[in-house]
């Protein structure tokens, strides 16, 4: 089984709906991250958590919004959804420093990504 | 901000070539990785780096950090098809913000069998 679920995997949408990705983890990480990617550009971060009561904003949070349920649980929504937001979402997730496993010090794993399409 | 320059955009080789790819920053990173992304799933780590001049292997993967500081480069030898996909680099300042990665705009490979 995975360790870094999103769903859905794929959705087509209308401007001006409100929409929720859903990410969930097996790995007992800490922190969970949401990022946009977009052909040419990389990975850009929205929004980031390093505990169920901690949220922050990345480089690119508006017009999204995150809620952390659960240690094992983000989900980012797009309250009104909008044409430029169509792109690929990947939820990633890591081990807060100093914890657990020294390998790789703790560095993000990312889930299979949602391809959002607004039309 | 802090800004990544990947290079080559894009590489079309044949298999069994070497390949190679950089990255350079505008300034500098105490860690750098890289991630390779199959089409349709997320990326996956390859290599990490945390100290400058390392040198490290996965496979037929190398990766170097740069003693600068500011640059890091991947080889992958003798290439096969599976290796198609695109590859970013990563670099991170540590300290407060030790989770923050700066992503280059990756480097589309393909193989010809």
């Known amino acids: 089984d995975a360790d870094v679920t999103q769903t859905p995997r794929n959705r087509i949408t209308k401007t001006g709906k409100r929409i929720m990705l859903e990410c969930s983890q097996t790995?007992?990480?800490?922190?969970m991250y949401w990022y946009r990617q977009d052909p040419g550009l990389g990975l850009r971060l929205i929004y980031y958590?390093?505990?169920?009561?901690?949220?922050n904003k990345g480089e690119i949070s508006d017009g999204y919004s995150v809620s952390r349920q659960a240690q094992a649980k983000f989900s980012l929504s797009l309250e009104s959804a909008i044409p430029n937001q169509t792109a690929l979402y990947f939820c990633?997730?890591?081990?807060?420093?100093?914890?657990?496993?020294?390998?790789?010090?703790?560095?993000?794993?990312f889930g299979p990504g949602t391809r959002l399409t607004v039309l | 901000g802090q800004q990544l320059n990947q290079s080559p955009q894009s590489m079309f080789i044949q298999e069994g070539e070497d390949v190679s790819m950089n990255c350079t920053s505008s300034?500098?990173?105490?860690?750098w990785l890289w991630y390779k992304q199959d089409p349709g799933e997320g990326p996956v780590l390859l290599i990490a780096?945390?100290?400058?001049?390392e040198l490290t292997s996965n496979g037929r993967l190398t990766a170097q950090f740069g003693i600068t500081r500011k640059d890091s480069f991947l080889n992958i030898s003798a290439s096969i098809p599976s290796d198609v996909g695109i590859y970013f680099c990563?670099?991170?300042?540590?300290?407060?913000?030790?989770?923050?990665?700066?992503f280059g705009k990756g480097t589309l490979l393909t193989v010809n069998p």
């Open positions: 958590s390093f505990d169920v009561k901690d949220i």
């Open positions: 300034s500098i990173f105490n860690t």
């Open positions: 780096l945390y100290k400058a001049g």
């Open positions: 990563a670099g991170r300042l540590s300290g407060g913000s030790n989770y923050k990665l700066t």
């Open positions: 790995k007992g990480h800490d922190r």
């Open positions: 990633a997730t890591s081990d807060s420093p100093g914890t657990r496993s020294a390998s790789h010090y703790n560095e993000q794993f």
